[in-house]
């Protein structure tokens, strides 16, 4: 795997999810182009994973194929906010994420 075909595909218009196939069989989920780094040297690249908080390092000679993601269509994730106002009072209201 080359730099250049990895950027061609973060630089789409529109942008559509891929993973990166690694040898061991492994898929690295790209759900956007934010999520993926690149080291001074264009030899290895960062993909990070659950919002941001975790991330590979891969070697991009290690990487066998990109791939459609076939969960790009998922239903987003739902989850709860607590909400403290002013005087203290409390609501909670449902917020959706992007997966």
């Given at each position: 795997m080359t730099l250049k075909?990895?950027?061609d595909k973060l630089d789409?218009?529109?942008f559509e999810p891929f993973r990166l196939r690694m040898p061991d069989?492994?898929?690295l989920r790209v759900p956007h182009p934010e999520f993926v780094s690149k080291s001074?040297?264009?030899?290895?690249?960062?993909v990070r994973w659950d919002n941001?908080?975790?991330?590979h390092v891969v070697d991009l000679d290690l990487v066998s194929d990109l791939e459609p993601d076939p969960?790009?269509?998922a239903p987003r994730k739902k989850f709860q906010?607590?909400?403290v106002s002013a005087d203290c009072s409390t609501t909670f209201k449902q917020v959706a994420t992007a997966v």
């Open positions: 075909v990895l950027k789409a218009q529109p069989g492994r898929a001074p040297r264009d030899r290895i690249v960062i941001g908080e975790r991330f969960n790009k269509g906010t607590l909400t």
